[in-house]
């Protein structure tokens, strides 16, 4: 056994005994890719399809999926966590933004899939020019209604869409089973308001609106509405499952009764009516409306449904979405504990690091040793996302997932990205931090220098309530444009607590629109990536709070700010104090400091002491 190897696993069995939540084996391989599309084209062949649609998603509409609908990763060997194929008789393009540019060159064979930058290429004008006439086919449970009607109304005459079964389950043999994970209770003490305080402001909303009921399908919204969490996505603590709430605040809930044990039947109450998933249909089909249903979140097929039975229909947006964004004190007071205990397993990770060798280490002994160090901390419920650790090019793939194939031993001089969090019952955590191990590349410094500047400027920020996030994003962009530099991703995601690590609808980017929020939780995460060399990424978790006005400011112009939750040193190898003007070094000095004070008490010795060094002020 390697001596990184050894070292790494005897700090596990100092830390914890529990296995581990990641592995590294790869999932899909490229070489299967051509053989499966093959047998989905005699599919669509004998349905007389022109193409397929297949996306990277399931009947809830959610970011995440399980096994047995991951659908698009089968077919065509892409993990990524946003994408679609279009599959054709002669082509076959798969639509990836730029934080997959690199990611789908690797794992997709590209001589029988073709990649799109999506979403500066959209399906419409694709498919028009790729394909002069025919149907294009699509399982209705797996699109909404207004992805649908935006493809619709861009195809033209000579193309059409039709409604089907899905073509993939027909020729996936092994296919996983449907999740059957447990439900468990979310407690109204970190919730902040129960169950029923929820489904009765909505169920105001709704009769304000003019609707009898709504219609839900998002995991993170239900979990959130009826306060449970559920394991039936890795990695996201929420259940599968549909609801329809009504005008009265009570609530059917369709969902897999094995799911369900009596302590989690009496949270849920009299209220609460549970049915099988099989009796959505006829639900659906009995409601006499008007219903409120999303479009953009809800599938066809719910839309299908209620067409059949003249069912009035209410557009408008999921109503559980932004409530649940917007976090309670005790949320917000619960998440603040999970960051600094997660900021203290990271720390006691990075002491470890520090005695290291760095080349006796790869990239999955880092996995490895920090995922150790959470758990020993005795409230892990489980990572919130697969850890992204990549040493030199490797750093360069924005979601780079490290697997036994392409594990790389860190080179003295390489930068060490590490983007990872943690899932605890009082929060969900997201943390990137960029390392030093020698002397860094060629640039490194300068480029990392100024990533660091556009957190600190998001950090800083002040700003007049009613401006979304691509009111923001430019900020931390500013010092990287100055230099000719960018990166392909947005600034930041919305988080939630004990929920999906990626939670809308906040988020730091140039297209978002939604204004911010107090309570809201976001990443703030800007980057470099130079392939084949290095790649940069600094997080930190915010929530927008309410700012003081200024001495001097106008006391009736209702400002926002930030309020960091994360709090891990930085690492000061790698900044160019030349390149900072006295109010950043200032804000990383009074940031450091404030690390220290916060977690010291939570550290062993020696971890302390490492503390103390990487926190100097500069």
């Not at 599919?43 to 649609?53: D, P, S, V």
């Not at 979140?297 to 408008?316: G, H, N």
């Not at 490895?368 to 360069?396: H, K, V, W, Y």
């Not at 490290?402 to 955590?429: C, F, H, K, M």
Request: some cysteine; hydrophobic content about 40%.
């Amino acid at each position: 056994m390697a001596v990184s190897a050894r070292n790494a696993r005897l700090y596990r069995q100092e830390t914890t005994k529990a296995p581990m939540f990641q592995s590294f084996s790869a999932t899909t391989t490229p070489d299967q890719g051509p053989p499966r599309l093959a047998a989905l084209r005699a599919e669509m062949a004998a349905e007389e399809l022109a193409g397929f649609l297949v996306p990277r998603a399931d009947a809830h509409q959610g970011e995440y999926v399980a096994p047995r609908d991951d659908r698009l990763a089968w077919l065509t060997g892409f993990t990524g966590s946003a994408g679609f194929c279009i599959a054709l008789a002669g082509t076959a393009g798969i639509f990836i933004d730029g934080r997959y540019t690199l990611q789908v060159r690797a794992q997709v064979d590209n001589g029988a899939f073709t990649p799109v930058p999506w979403p500066k290429t959209q399906p419409g004008p694709w498919l028009r020019e790729a394909l002069p006439t025919g149907v294009i086919g699509f399982d209705p449970w797996l699109h909404t209604n207004a992805e649908i009607a935006r493809l619709e109304a861009s195809l033209g005459d000579a193309l059409s869409l039709r409604r089907t079964d899905n073509l993939i389950d027909r020729i996936w043999p092994d296919q996983p089973a449907p999740p059957q994970g447990a439900v468990i209770v979310h407690p109204d003490s970190l919730a902040g308001r129960s169950s029923a305080e929820k489904r009765r402001s909505l169920a105001q909303h709704l009769t304000e609106s003019g609707a009898k009921s709504v219609v839900l399908t998002l995991p993170d919204s239900l979990c959130w509405l009826l306060n449970i969490r559920g394991a039936d996505i890795p990695r996201n603590p929420v259940v599968h499952a549909f609801a329809v709430l009504h005008d009265d605040a009570s609530c059917d809930l369709f969902i897999d009764p094995a799911k369900l044990d009596d302590d989690l039947r009496a949270h849920l109450g009299p209220e609460i009516r549970c049915h099988p998933p099989h009796d959505l249909a006829a639900a659906l089909g009995a409601l006499a409306g008007p219903v409120q249903v999303d479009p953009n979140t809800a599938p066809v097929a719910i839309f299908d449904l209620m067409a059949a039975q003249d069912t009035p229909v209410i557009e408008a947006d999921d109503p559980c979405i932004l409530p649940k964004a917007c976090k309670t004190a005790a949320e917000i007071a619960g998440t603040t504990e999970a960051h600094l205990r997660d900021g203290a397993a990271v720390v006691e990770f990075l002491t470890w690091f520090s005695g290291q060798n760095p080349a006796e280490l790869t990239e999955i002994d880092v996995v490895m040793a920090l995922e150790a160090a959470r758990q020993a901390t005795g409230a892990l419920r489980d990572i919130s996302f697969e850890t992204i650790c990549g040493t030199g090019p490797n750093g360069a793939i924005v979601h780079y997932r490290v697997t036994e194939g392409t594990n790389r031993r860190i080179t003295p001089g390489d930068l060490l990205l590490i983007d990872s969090g943690g899932q605890y019952a009082d929060g969900t955590t997201d943390i990137t931090r960029t390392l030093a191990t020698g002397t860094p590349p060629e640039g490194a410094r300068a480029a990392f220098t100024r990533v660091l500047q556009g957190m600190i400027a998001i950090s800083r920020a002040r700003w007049p309530k009613g401006l979304a996030g691509r009111d923001l994003d430019a900020l931390a962009r500013a010092p990287l444009w100055m230099a000719g530099q960018d990166y392909d991703h947005g600034t930041g995601h919305g988080v939630g607590t004990y929920l999906c690590v990626h939670e809308g609808p906040q988020r730091l980017s140039r297209i978002s629109e939604v204004p911010l929020e107090s309570g809201m939780i976001l990443s703030n995460e800007p980057g470099y990536y130079r392939e084949g060399a290095f790649g940069i990424r600094l997080e930190n978790l915010v929530v927008v709070t309410q700012a003081d006005p200024p001495e001097g400011g106008d006391p009736q112009r209702e400002m926002l700010r930030f309020d960091t939750l994360t709090y891990v040193p930085l690492e000061t190898a790698l900044i160019d104090t030349a390149m900072l003007s006295q109010a950043e070094i200032d804000w990383i000095d009074t940031y450091h400091a404030e690390t220290r004070q916060r977690l010291r008490d939570r550290l062993t010795p020696e971890a302390r002491r490492w503390l103390d060094r990487a926190t100097r002020p500069l």
